[in-house]
């Protein structure tokens, strides 16, 4: 028995069918593919732009962790630094004491920085209480015996211009006159010879490094 003209026919357009069928299954998984790679790489791009803004951003630092658990909220919160000056944060951090009475006048009455440090933009190197702590007592006498001497070291630690832990690393000429020389990865930065604790805080007119030194600058 043969196969007339009507078989061969609906066998054709069967077979047709059947192809455009895988051709469009084969259309689809390549779509589904290239949907799937281009999903992997703007995913991957987007981690690398949340990473780069959180490492420009700040706070960084192995001591970032426990300052905000000591200060949570209110006063001296990372939060609440933000939104004041350079001489506010100073005398709200918790540990901060001895830095905003030499820079106000309560370790030398000639020695008053606190119109000056209104001014900025400004990166400061803060150190904190126990850096001064750490200080031969005899030393910390003569500072505060001596204001030329103790604004130079004051002075010292303040740097032009605003940097974020991401772009700070480097040589930077400060108001005293001479240089610091900051090195290191963004979370795990020193200042010269001191180690930043918690850095790239925020205030309206300067960012603050939190240091574990008193910064001298060379004689």
Avoid: K, W
């Amino acid at each position: 028995m043969g196969i007339n003209r009507r078989s061969i026919a609906i066998i054709g357009i069967g077979a047709l069918s059947l192809g455009m069928a895988a051709c469009s299954s084969n259309d689809s998984t390549t779509a589904d593919t290239t949907a799937a790679e281009t999903s992997v790489v703007e995913e991957t791009t987007t981690m690398a732009t949340t990473t780069e803004e959180a490492v420009a951003a700040g706070p960084l630092g192995p001591g970032c962790a426990a300052y905000v658990e000591q200060v949570p909220s209110g006063p001296g919160s990372v939060e609440e630094l933000a939104n004041g000056s350079l001489v506010e944060a100073v005398t709200t951090v918790p540990i901060l004491t001895t830095l905003a009475s030499a820079v106000s006048g309560g370790l030398n009455p000639e020695v008053n920085l606190v119109e000056a440090l209104e001014g900025g933009p400004f990166t400061v190197f803060a150190p904190v209480d126990d850096a001064f702590a750490a200080l031969d007592p005899a030393t910390l006498e003569a500072l505060a015996a001596d204001p030329t001497a103790l604004t130079q070291v004051l002075t010292y630690h303040v740097v032009e211009g605003e940097a974020a832990p991401g772009e700070i690393a480097g040589v930077h000429p400060t108001l005293e006159g001479s240089e610091v020389t900051v090195a290191g990865a963004p979370d795990a930065l020193t200042v010269n010879d001191a180690n930043v604790i918690c850095g790239g805080i925020e205030t309206t007119n300067a960012t603050v490094y939190l240091v574990d030194g008193v910064l001298t600058p060379a004689q």
